[in-house]
Structure formats: structure tokens, C-alpha cells
């Protein structure tokens, strides 16, 4: 062991202090506080370190950086080992195909079935609700799906068609068919060819977005995303897909409106149209969602621990209604909307449509498709205790995306209904999605051309219970208020800006209130000065406790947050406005005719000239000697508590700078505590160095303040 008979203790006695008794000053804590029963007291003994001196005795010996021919060998050598692991780490099936276990079967195959039995009704409403035909829902519902399956990490998330990117996707077709059609087309909103290029080239282009950000592992970006942020974006997706389903649940005609305020002037078209309700319609939509109300919201969870599968009532509701308006001949006895023919089997490959104008809206669908997915996949793995791959899903959602786009698919994302049904399941790998779109397969080849009968009325209604649970989110409002109200700043502004301006803008709107939010956040940080507890040694807040000692010549101050630009200001201000009254600063200042901004205990502000540079220049290290010296004992110290700074700027380093030199200048030393190692390593690298020695900065609080008591 180090010889450590020449470091001080912390049992040493105070001088020339009235206000501490020697005995406090024992390394003691507690366990516990007067009033419990069990009362224990723990005396320890350490010694007194700066950092440089508990580095010197116990730091790890530096490890040599590897050289450049090292560097380049781990980068260009391929053991059997490092290939094997690129590739299971780009083909996650292989390794769920390797460690597959038998007894899984069953559940992933029920679960399979489950979500093939709502992907079909889904799909095809989704495709209306794109404005595309319903057989480029089904598309959207099977090649998505198997290349996910390949090159996806989540085991529960169900990838395929989304409301939301629907909704867009449609806003998209809409906004690039006049210019796609030519001068020449009189009725470009009748082409699906056209339009369903359109939406492929959309895919195509999503598709490459997406797996270049993942291939240059931009995935950590979702740590950014806020989730009252897509809460309040979701929701707003919501109310856009209910207002567009709305007509044709009730069976009327309205215009189509685009840019701001379309949400309010398709309601108001809405009410105008009132008096054409068609009956059978509205009828039909209201026994539809009855029926889908009463079991997902009753049945399936009520009995949902005797029912080893959710009843696939959207399904079930599909097949009742195909039947009964067929064999009622619904559609000329009542004259209901029907979705009329869907095509047997697969189109053939075709190049999707192309422009630039399409490659920036493109994008902005991309960051919707990356945020809603991995938001999904984020929830399914805290509550399945599983950690996805967030690059890897990008390079999934990508290529599902750009290899799609060939087959007439329009953008893919994680469905909400399905992913939370899948969650709730619990599918042992990502192979349900394998039986899933075998029975889309099923569908597309041979079932499909059954389903013409379907009325058009049943599909919305089913779109809009699905996207039911998108809206209600906003029942949490009340709840963000009383916990963090930025949040609720953030999910209200987002939502309102996406209802009553338009849709895209909540995207926008959400991203600038995440950014302000932060922001604002970090300009106000927590600042305080720190007390001895009288009982123990504690240094707690000494706005917020009593039984504290106050040391006359020492004043410990915390600040809760990194000193950077935005909080430098605020960081000079608080320090001299918290330590003015024990030190009577604005007082030493004006003696010494140096200048600040410095703000008394009642709040008032007394202006300076801003001191000039010559005084920083001037300002010469102190030994630590001195702190020892008989002569210096009426000094006053300010211990700056850096454990919550993470790390500092050169606009921070310069306020840093400034507040020693002018505390220096009246009389009051400045000592550091409890710095991590940027910030320490910032130290030495800076101008600090030469105005600090390392005697100044300390291992902890405890540390620095028996130092100067000694």
C-alpha cells in the first residue's frame, strides 16, 4: 500500500472558526433519519485528496493507443468470426432460422393467423383510404412483410400497411398527379395506373432514405424523438384519417380541400351535406362499429385471459357483409357503395415514376416511417424485456420499402392495431410474419375477386375504429400537465397545428417545440448553494433543509447543468447573486472599481462596467500553500460542485476564467469538486491550467471543504 501518513485527515480540527466543532468533522453518516426506529451511525475515516493526488495514487496505468498498422489490421481483417457475425447481424433470420426452437411453432403460427386475419380488412381500407384501389392495400400486405421478415430485428412489430402514412401518401398522390398527368390528361384523378406510380415512386425513394440512414447508423436519432411529440402527432393522424373516412361512412360526396384549414373546411362541407345522408350507409357504418366496439373493446378484453386468440372480428365482420351484400344485392336495392372488383393474382414488375419534386415530401414521409416504427418497436421491447437493433430496423424498413416499390406497393410502416395485437400475443420470433402473408398469398391469388360485394361504408368504419385509440391518446393531456407541462406544450401545439392547419405542419410545428422546449430547459438550469447538515455529513440544499451549518468563509455552489453558451450567462449571474450576501460582493467590487452585472438577495440588479481584460491577465495562480498560511485566513472560498456539469464550452471556459479572476481580485479563491474526467481533461487542455493549479480541484464536496477548514 502508498504511503499515506502525509495526507490529512478529515478528523483534523477547524481554525479560527467559532461556528465548528472538531468532532463534525468526522468522516460520520447515517443511515436513516431521527425518527425511524432503527437508528444506525457509521464512522469511517478517509483522507483529505484533490483529484491529481487520487489519481497519482489509484488510477488505472494509462493503455497505450493502438498504431495505425494495428488500426488498419482490425479493420481490414475478415475472420471466419467477424463475417459470420456481419452477416447475422444483416440477415436476423439466419440466427431465428439457427436457435429456432420446435415448441414455438403454435404460438407463432396462431398469431400468424391473427394478424393475417386483420391485415386483410386493413389493407384494403388502407389502400382506399390512399386513394389507390383495395387489391394495392393487399400488395402492401405481403411483400412488406417478407422482406421485413428477413431483415427485421422485432419480433412483434407488423409492418405493412399504416393509417397514417396512407393518409400522406394519398396528400401525395394528389399534390404530384397534375404534373405526373401532363397538360394532355383530362381526368387524372380516374388513372390508378398513374397514381399508383406515383406511390410507388414515393416507396422507392423512402426505401433508399431509409437504408442509407441506416447503413450510416442513424439510428440513434430516435433517442431524440419525444414521445408527447408522437403522441400529439398520431393523434392529429388520427383526426385527418376519421375526417377522410367520414363521407363515405355516410355515404355523401364532398370536395377536396388541401393546404391550411382543410380539416375545417371538410367539416364544414360535412354539416353542409347533412341532408344527403344516404340511410343505408349511415345504418350500416353504425351497426358496423357497434359490432367492432362491442368485441374489441368488451370481449377481447374482458375474456382475454380465457381466449387464447383475440377474436378476429374485423375478419369475421368482412365475410358477414360480403355475404349479405351479395345475396340482398345491396348495392342496387339500396344503393350502397361497393369496393367492385379486385383482381386475382400479382402485377407484374413495373419502374416506379420519378422526379425531384417528389424526393422532398418523399423524405419527410421517411422520418414519420422511422419515427412511428421504432416508437412501436421501442414500446414492444420494454414490454417483452428485448433489445432491438435500431440500424438494422432502418436498413428493414428500407429495403421492405425500396424492393416493394417494384410491385406496385405504396409506403410501408408498423401498423398500430396489429403491432399492439402482436405485443399482446407475444409471438416467440418475427416467423408469424411468414404465415401472415402466406395467407394474404391465399387472398391475392385465389379469394380476393369474392370480396366485390364488400360496401364501401363497412371499410371506413373499420379505418376509423382502428385509428380509435390514435385519437383517444389525447384523454393523457391532463395527465402531462400535472407531471411536465413542456410536454403538454409539445403534444397540444403538435396536435392543434396538424388539425387546424395541416397535417404536415405537425411534423414541423412538433420538431420546433422539441427543439425550443430543450432549449429553454437548459437556459434555466437548477442553481443553488449547498449546507453541512448539523447531524450528518450531508451537503444538501439550503433553501430546502433546516439544521444546517453555514460556514462564514466557505460557500459550496451548485449548478445543475453543462456550461455552455446557452447557460454560461446564467451561470455567472446566479454565483454572484447566491454568494452577494455571505459576501457582500457588490460591495468588494465597487472597492476594487471592478465591474459586473451582479443581482442582490431582493432581486435588484446594480450595473458595472464590464471589467476589462487586463484584470484577467493580470490574475496569477494561487499556491496552495497560501490556503495554510496564518496571513490568508480571512480569505473566502467559493467550492463550484461540477458533479452535474457534463461538460463545458469555450464560451463556458471563458466565463470560467472571468468569475476566478474577479472573485480572485476581491479577496475570494475558487476550488472545484467532484469533476468528471471531460471535464478535467478540459481543464488542462485550456487556459484554465495557468490560472488554476490542480491543488484547486477535488475529489468530491467533502474533500474540498475539510481542506479549507483545516
Same mark, same amino acid.
Given at each position: 500500500?502508498?504511503?499515506?501518513?502525509?495526507?490529512?485527515?478529515?478528523?483534523?480540527?477547524?481554525?479560527?472558526?467559532?461556528?465548528?466543532?472538531?468532532?463534525?468533522?468526522?468522516?460520520?453518516?447515517?443511515?436513516?433519519?431521527?425518527?425511524?426506529?432503527?437508528?444506525?451511525?457509521?464512522?469511517?475515516?478517509?483522507?483529505?485528496?484533490?483529484?491529481?493526488?487520487?489519481?497519482?495514487?489509484?488510477?488505472?496505468?494509462?493503455?497505450?493507443?493502438?498504431?495505425?498498422?494495428?488500426?488498419?489490421?482490425?479493420?481490414?481483417?475478415?475472420?471466419?468470426?467477424?463475417?459470420?457475425?456481419?452477416?447475422?447481424?444483416?440477415?436476423?433470420?439466419?440466427?431465428?432460422?439457427r436457435?429456432?426452437?420446435?415448441?414455438?411453432?403454435?404460438?407463432?403460427?396462431?398469431?400468424?393467423?391473427?394478424?393475417?386475419?386483420?391485415s386483410?380488412?386493413?389493407?384494403?381500407?388502407f389502400?382506399?383510404?390512399?386513394?389507390?384501389?383495395?387489391?394495392?392495400?393487399?400488395?402492401?400486405?405481403?411483400?412488406?412483410?417478407?422482406?421485413?421478415?428477413?431483415? $427485421?430485428?422485432?419480433?412483434?412489430i407488423?409492418?405493412?400497411?399504416n393509417?397514417?402514412?396512407?393518409?400522406?401518401?394519398?396528400?401525395?398522390?394528389?399534390?404530384?398527379?397534375?404534373?405526373?398527368?401532363?397538360?394532355?390528361?383530362?381526368?387524372?384523378?380516374?388513372d390508378?395506373?398513374?397514381?399508383?406510380?406515383?406511390?410507388?415512386?414515393?416507396?422507392?425513394?423512402i426505401?433508399?432514405?431509409?437504408?442509407?440512414?441506416?447503413?450510416?447508423?442513424?439510428?440513434?436519432?430516435?433517442?431524440?424523438?419525444?414521445?408527447?411529440?408522437?403522441?400529439?402527432?398520431?393523434?392529429?393522424?388520427?383526426?385527418?384519417?376519421?375526417?377522410?373516412?367520414?363521407?363515405?361512412?355516410? $355515404?355523401?360526396?364532398?370536395?377536396?380541400?388541401?393546404?391550411?384549414?382543410?380539416?375545417?373546411?371538410?367539416?364544414?362541407?360535412i354539416?353542409?351535406?347533412?341532408?344527403?345522408?344516404?340511410?343505408?350507409?349511415?345504418?350500416?357504418?353504425l351497426?358496423?362499429a357497434?359490432?367492432?366496439?362491442?368485441?374489441?373493446?368488451?370481449i377481447?378484453?374482458?375474456?382475454?385471459?380465457?381466449?387464447?386468440?383475440?377474436?378476429?372480428?374485423?375478419?369475421?365482420?368482412?365475410?358477414?357483409?360480403?355475404?349479405?351484400?351479395?345475396?340482398?344485392?345491396?348495392?342496387?336495392?339500396?344503393?350502397?357503395?361497393?369496393?367492385?372488383?379486385?383482381?386475382?393474382?400479382?402485377?407484374?414488375?413495373?419502374m416506379?415514376?420519378?422526379?425531384?419534386?417528389?424526393?422532398?415530401?418523399?423524405?419527410?414521409?421517411?422520418?414519420?416511417?422511422?419515427?412511428?416504427?421504432?416508437?412501436?418497436?421501442?414500446?414492444?421491447?420494454?414490454?417483452?424485456?428485448?433489445?432491438?437493433?435500431?440500424?438494422?430496423e432502418?436498413?428493414?424498413?428500407?429495403?421492405?420499402?425500396?424492393?416493394?416499390?417494384?410491385?406496385?406497393?405504396?409506403?410501408?410502416?408498423?401498423?398500430?392495431?396489429?403491432?399492439i395485437?402482436?405485443?399482446?400475443?407475444?409471438?416467440?420470433?418475427?416467423?408469424?410474419?411468414?404465415?401472415?402473408?402466406?395467407?394474404?398469398?391465399?387472398?391475392?391469388?385465389?379469394?380476393?375477386?369474392?370480396?366485390?360485394?364488400?360496401p364501401i361504408?363497412?371499410?371506413?368504419?373499420?379505418?376509423?375504429?382502428?385509428?380509435?385509440?390514435?385519437?383517444?391518446?389525447?384523454?393523457d393531456?391532463?395527465?402531462?400537465?400535472?407531471?411536465?407541462?413542456?410536454?403538454?406544450?409539445?403534444?397540444?401545439?403538435?396536435?392543434?397545428?396538424?388539425?387546424?392547419?395541416?397535417?404536415?405542419?405537425?411534423?414541423?410545428?412538433?420538431?420546433?417545440?422539441?427543439?425550443?422546449?430543450?432549449?429553454?430547459?437548459?437556459?434555466?438550469?437548477?442553481?443553488?448553494?449547498?449546507s453541512?447538515?448539523?447531524?450528518?455529513?450531508?451537503?444538501?440544499?439550503?433553501?430546502?433543509?433546516?439544521?444546517?451549518?453555514?460556514?462564514?468563509?466557505?460557500?459550496?455552489?451548485?449548478?445543475?447543468?453543462?456550461?455552455?453558451?446557452?447557460?454560461?450567462e446564467?451561470?455567472r449571474?446566479?454565483?454572484?447573486?447566491?454568494?452577494?450576501?455571505?459576501?457582500?460582493l457588490?460591495?468588494?467590487?465597487?472597492?476594487?472599481?471592478?465591474?459586473?452585472?451582479?443581482?442582490?438577495?431582493? $432581486?435588484?440588479?446594480?450595473?458595472?462596467?464590464?471589467?476589462?481584460?487586463?484584470?484577467?491577465?493580470?490574475?496569477?495562480?494561487?499556491?496552495?500553500?497560501?490556503?495554510h498560511?496564518?496571513?490568508?485566513?480571512?480569505?473566502?472560498?467559493?467550492?463550484?460542485?461540477?458533479?452535474?456539469?457534463?461538460?463545458?464550452?469555450?464560451?463556458?471556459?471563458?466565463?470560467?476564467?472571468?468569475?476566478?479572476?474577479?472573485?480572485?481580485?476581491?479577496?475570494?479563491?475558487?476550488?472545484?469538486?467532484?469533476?468528471?474526467?471531460?471535464?478535467?481533461?478540459?481543464?488542462?487542455?485550456?487556459?484554465?491550467?495557468?490560472?488554476?493549479?490542480?491543488?484547486?480541484?477535488?475529489?468530491?464536496?467533502?474533500?474540498?471543504?475539510?481542506?479549507?477548514?483545516?
Open positions: 500500500m502508498d504511503d499515506l501518513s502525509d495526507p490529512k485527515t478529515s478528523e483534523d480540527t477547524v481554525e479560527d472558526n467559532d461556528s465548528f466543532d472538531p468532532e463534525e468533522h468526522k468522516m460520520s453518516f447515517h443511515i436513516g433519519s431521527p425518527p425511524y426506529t432503527h437508528h444506525h451511525e457509521i464512522t469511517a475515516r478517509r483522507y483529505v485528496r484533490t483529484q491529481h493526488e487520487l489519481d497519482e495514487h489509484y488510477s488505472k496505468p494509462a493503455q497505450p493507443k493502438p498504431t495505425v498498422r494495428t488500426r488498419l489490421r482490425r479493420w481490414f481483417c475478415c475472420p471466419k468470426e467477424k463475417v459470420e457475425k456481419y452477416f447475422s447481424t444483416l440477415f436476423p433470420i439466419v440466427n431465428v432460422l436457435t429456432y426452437n420446435l415448441s414455438y411453432i403454435l404460438n407463432d403460427m396462431v398469431s400468424g393467423i391473427t394478424i393475417g386475419c386483420l386483410f380488412p386493413l389493407g384494403i381500407a389502400g382506399v383510404l390512399a386513394s389507390l384501389a383495395p387489391e394495392y392495400g393487399l400488395y402492401s400486405s405481403f411483400s412488406p412483410v417478407i422482406l421485413y421478415l428477413l431483415f $427485421g430485428t422485432s419480433r412483434h407488423s409492418f405493412g400497411t393509417g397514417i402514412i396512407s393518409l400522406f401518401t394519398s396528400e401525395l398522390i394528389h399534390k404530384h398527379l397534375p404534373a405526373a398527368a401532363g397538360p394532355n390528361s383530362t381526368k387524372p384523378e380516374d390508378i395506373d398513374l397514381k399508383s406510380s406515383i406511390a410507388s415512386g414515393s416507396t422507392c425513394i426505401g433508399l432514405i431509409l437504408l442509407l440512414m441506416g447503413l450510416f447508423r442513424l439510428g440513434f436519432i430516435v433517442n431524440y424523438i419525444s414521445s408527447s411529440f408522437v403522441s400529439g402527432f398520431t393523434a392529429a393522424g388520427g383526426v385527418h384519417i376519421v375526417t377522410s373516412m367520414l363521407p363515405n361512412a355516410l $355515404g355523401i360526396t364532398i370536395p377536396r380541400f388541401t393546404g391550411a384549414g382543410q380539416l375545417v373546411l371538410t367539416y364544414k362541407a354539416f353542409e351535406k347533412v341532408p344527403e345522408i344516404h340511410v343505408a350507409s349511415l345504418l350500416t357504418s351497426l358496423t357497434a359490432i367492432l366496439l362491442a368485441f374489441k373493446d368488451i377481447n378484453v374482458k375474456f382475454r385471459h380465457k381466449l387464447k386468440t383475440p377474436v378476429p372480428i374485423d375478419f369475421i365482420v368482412v365475410i358477414i357483409a360480403t355475404i349479405i351484400s351479395n345475396f340482398a344485392n345491396l348495392s342496387d336495392s339500396f344503393g350502397l357503395k361497393i369496393v367492385g372488383d379486385i383482381p386475382a393474382g400479382f402485377p407484374p414488375p413495373r416506379p415514376y420519378f422526379s425531384v419534386d417528389l424526393v422532398l415530401d418523399s423524405f419527410v414521409v421517411a422520418i414519420m416511417i422511422f419515427m412511428l416504427s421504432v416508437s412501436m418497436s421501442r414500446l414492444c421491447e420494454a414490454a417483452h424485456n428485448y433489445r432491438v437493433n435500431d440500424n438494422q432502418l436498413v428493414a424498413y428500407g429495403l421492405s420499402n425500396f424492393v416493394s416499390s417494384f410491385f406496385l406497393c405504396f409506403p410501408s410502416c408498423a401498423g398500430p392495431a396489429r403491432t395485437t402482436l405485443c399482446l400475443m407475444g409471438p416467440k420470433s418475427t416467423l408469424h410474419g411468414l404465415i401472415s402473408s402466406f395467407f394474404i398469398l391465399i387472398i391475392l391469388l385465389w379469394i380476393g375477386p369474392l370480396f366485390r360485394m364488400l361504408s363497412v371499410l371506413s368504419t373499420m379505418v376509423i375504429i382502428a385509428v380509435k385509440n390514435l385519437v383517444t391518446q389525447m384523454k393531456l391532463p395527465e402531462m400537465w400535472r407531471l411536465n407541462r413542456y410536454d403538454f406544450l409539445i403534444a397540444v401545439g403538435t396536435n392543434l397545428s396538424g388539425c387546424f392547419i395541416d397535417f404536415p405542419y405537425a411534423l414541423y410545428v412538433g420538431v420546433i417545440l422539441c427543439m425550443f422546449t430543450v432549449v429553454l430547459q437548459s437556459q434555466i438550469p437548477e442553481v443553488y448553494l449547498l453541512k447538515l448539523t447531524t450528518e455529513d450531508r451537503f444538501l440544499n439550503s433553501k430546502l433543509y433546516d439544521h444546517i451549518l453555514t460556514h462564514p468563509r466557505i460557500q459550496i455552489f451548485k449548478f445543475e447543468s453543462s456550461l455552455y453558451f446557452a447557460t454560461a446564467a451561470f449571474k446566479k454565483l454572484f447573486e447566491l454568494t452577494d450576501g455571505k459576501f457582500n457588490h460591495s468588494k467590487f465597487t472597492k476594487s472599481q471592478q465591474s459586473y452585472v451582479v443581482a442582490d438577495p431582493s $432581486g435588484s440588479k446594480h450595473n458595472m462596467e464590464h471589467m476589462n481584460r487586463e484584470s484577467v491577465e493580470s490574475f496569477t495562480r494561487l499556491p496552495w500553500d497560501g490556503l498560511d496564518k496571513s490568508l485566513h480571512n480569505k473566502d472560498y467559493v467550492i463550484i460542485d461540477c458533479s452535474s456539469i457534463n461538460y463545458i464550452d469555450i464560451n463556458g471556459l471563458r466565463i470560467l476564467i472571468e468569475v476566478i479572476c474577479e472573485l480572485e481580485n476581491v479577496g475570494v479563491t475558487v476550488v472545484f469538486a467532484s469533476c468528471n474526467q471531460y471535464v478535467r481533461r478540459f481543464f488542462k487542455k485550456s487556459q484554465l491550467a495557468s490560472k488554476i493549479s490542480e491543488e484547486h480541484i477535488f475529489a468530491d464536496i467533502w474533500d474540498a471543504f475539510s481542506a479549507l477548514i483545516m
